[in-house]
T-cell receptor, first 116, second 112 residues
């Protein structure tokens, strides 16, 4: 079974530039999550989608971050303009329907962003 | 979601059992205990979860105290590949499922 795919794995940009990360969840997984992991810390949830609708985006800095999941499958997370403090690993995860507590999120390997 | 407290680091000899404790004294009745681990440069990996009863799967066992205020993750025969950061998380199910609040976790080092 293919896992959660993310790209790019690494990205280096200057501050105030923009960047986009792509995620393809496991086939059939209705719920998709984006987490941000700053070096030395645990991951922090940014946004949760159920199919193509947003369930929770309370911790997404909406002045610069945006995310979409137009067809309920893959998703894009964008940062514009980037700040130095956005340097982190952006992790995508997926799970079966959130209403069924299967207990397991499947994470991708992450996209490491460095903002100079 | 309830907060958890874990030791920052632990060591274990290869082949021995690794017992990772977690305190979650403010857990509420509808919150589950989850364990994930993160090997260097990889995304977190689900290990096990439970509500009240002890649980076991092919990776580990989860022992939850009767008052549910603490739990222990047991890796029965640790290998070098089990070296990772282990996160204990408490979270509600239902539509809140997946909103996992990760703390600092415990860095487990398995040595030969």
């Amino acid at each position: 079974e293919a896992g959660v795919a993310q790209s790019p794995r690494y990205k280096i940009i200057e501050k105030r530039q923009s960047v986009a990360f792509w995620c393809n969840p496991i086939s059939g997984h209705a719920t998709l999550y984006w987490y941000q992991q700053i070096l030395g810390q645990g991951p922090k949830l940014l946004i949760q989608f159920q199919n193509n609708g947003v369930v929770d985006d309370s911790q997404l800095p909406k002045d610069r971050f945006s995310a979409e999941r137009l067809k309920g499958v893959d998703s894009t997370l964008k940062i514009q303009p980037a700040k130095l403090e956005d340097s982190a690993v952006y992790l995508c995860a997926s799970s079966l329907w959130a209403g069924r507590n299967t207990g397991e999120l499947f994470f991708g390997e992450g996209s490491r962003l460095t903002v100079l | 979601d309830a907060k958890t407290t874990q030791p920052p680091s632990m060591d274990c000899a290869e082949g021995r059992a690794a017992n990772l404790p977690c305190n979650h004294s403010t857990i509420s009745g509808n919150e589950y205990v989850y364990w994930y681990r993160q090997i260097h440069s990889q995304g977190p990996q689900y290990i096990i979860h439970g509500l009240k009863n002890n649980e076991t799967n092919e990776m580990a066992s989860l022992i939850i105290t009767e008052d549910r205020k603490s739990s222990t993750l047991i890796l029965p025969h640790a290998t070098l590949r089990d070296t990772a950061v282990y996160y204990c998380i408490v979270s509600k199910g239902g539509t809140s499922y997946g909103k996992l609040t990760f703390g600092q976790g415990t860095i487990l080092t398995v040595h030969p």
